[in-house]
């Protein structure tokens, strides 16, 4: 069973222990899906009604990005996961010879990459939630616009505790290339992310 596969109240239990895994990156792209399946919500109570009938074939569209993202963010539980134990794995590696020494180094660095890939790509995919959601403002159910902003202010919630977890991971990394790329584009990210969550939050709250 994965993460995602579990009831609530189970995941928040397995989140309040003493194991570090799930943890901040697994919450991060379950805040994410959570607001990907919002916006969802609001374009499943815009679709069919007469009143706002000239936006039902964008309504459609964001059904079906709301769902691919949704997926892809709960998969994204359990690759965060997968990717600390890659790093906890490198712990347990014998070290009393040169070469283990060594392999071992090594290892941790891949690990170590392998682990701020995972929530640097739910970055990327709360960026594209916001997008989703954005294009929904002022062309949905006005009675479920709260839900709306609330979905803005969860995938952005997303984007900055992923992007805690990438720059966790890349102060340890040797590879300054690597590292570089990655600041490069994670700050590149929130640069977007924050002021688009801004604008769509600010934007419902003034029309309520």
């Known amino acids: 069973m994965t993460s995602a596969e579990l009831k609530i109240n189970e995941f928040t239990e397995a989140l309040s222990g003493s194991s570090p895994t799930p943890g901040g990156g697994s919450a991060a792209a379950l805040a ?3 607001g ?4 969802s919500m609001v374009a499943s109570l815009t679709t069919g009604r007469e009143k706002y009938r000239e936006h039902e074939e964008l309504m459609r569209e964001i059904l079906k990005e709301t769902k691919e993202l949704r997926e892809a963010l709960l998969i994204s539980i359990d690759r965060d996961i997968e990717a600390f134990n890659g790093v906890s794995a490198v712990y347990k590696m014998p070290k009393e ?3 283990e020494k060594e392999a071992r180094k090594q290892a941790m660095q891949t690990a170590l990459k392998d682990a701020a890939k995972a929530p640097y790509h739910m970055m990327e995919l709360a960026l594209k939630g916001l997008s989703i959601t954005d294009k929904a ?3 949905s159910n ?3 616009a709260s839900d709306l902003g609330v979905a803005a202010l969860t995938l952005s919630a997303c984007a900055r505790s992923a992007w805690l977890n ?5 102060s340890s990394i040797k590879d300054q290339a690597f590292v570089d790329e ?3 584009k994670g700050e590149d990210i929130i640069a977007r992310a924050i002021p688009l969550a801004e604008k769509i939050y600010d934007e419902i709250a003034a029309s309520v």
Do not use: P, Q
């Open 142 to 144: 006005v009675n479920a």
């Open 97 to 99: 010879t040169v070469d």
């Open 36 to 39: 990907a399946a919002l916006t």
């Open 182 to 184: 990655y600041r490069s």
């Open 137 to 139: 403002v002022g062309k």
């Open 32 to 34: 994410g899906a959570l």
């Open 166 to 170: 990438v720059l966790i991971n890349l």
